[in-house]
C-alpha cells in the first residue's frame, strides 16, 4: 500500500513543492546538484525531483547540463537571487564577489 496522499477524486495529491527544490538547492553545499540529490534530501521519487527540476528549468530558474549518457546536473544561476533565492552565502556574496 502507497503513502502518498490522495484527493477526493482519488488523485495523488503533490507533496514537492518548486519552492522546496530551490530552497535544497540553496541549502546545499556544492554548486551543482542531481535529481538523485533533491529526491534524497526531499524523501520524494527521483522522477518527481526531475520533473520539478525540469519545471523550474522551463521557468528559467535554475540551469542544467548533460554529463554523461544519462546523466544531469543541475544549478542555480549567478543571477539566482531572480529566480526568487540566494545561495548559501547571503544576499550580499553576489555584490562582494561579482565574478
Known amino acids: 500500500m502507497s503513502g502518498k496522499e490522495r484527493a477526493d477524486n482519488g488523485e495523488y495529491v503533490e507533496g514537492t513543492t518548486t519552492e522546496q527544490v530551490l530552497l535544497t ?18 524523501e520524494c521519487s527521483r522522477e518527481t525531483a526531475r520533473r520539478k527540476l525540469t519545471e523550474l528549468h522551463t521557468e528559467g530558474r535554475v540551469e542544467r547540463r548533460e554529463v554523461g549518457a544519462s546523466a544531469v546536473v543541475w544549478w542555480v544561476p549567478d543571477d539566482g537571487k531572480l529566480a526568487g533565492i540566494s545561495r548559501r552565502h547571503g544576499d550580499d556574496y553576489y555584490g562582494e564577489n561579482p565574478d
Do not use: F, K
Open 25 to 42: 538547492m540553496r541549502d546545499t553545499d556544492d554548486p551543482i546538484v542531481t535529481s538523485g540529490d533533491v529526491a534524497e534530501t526531499l
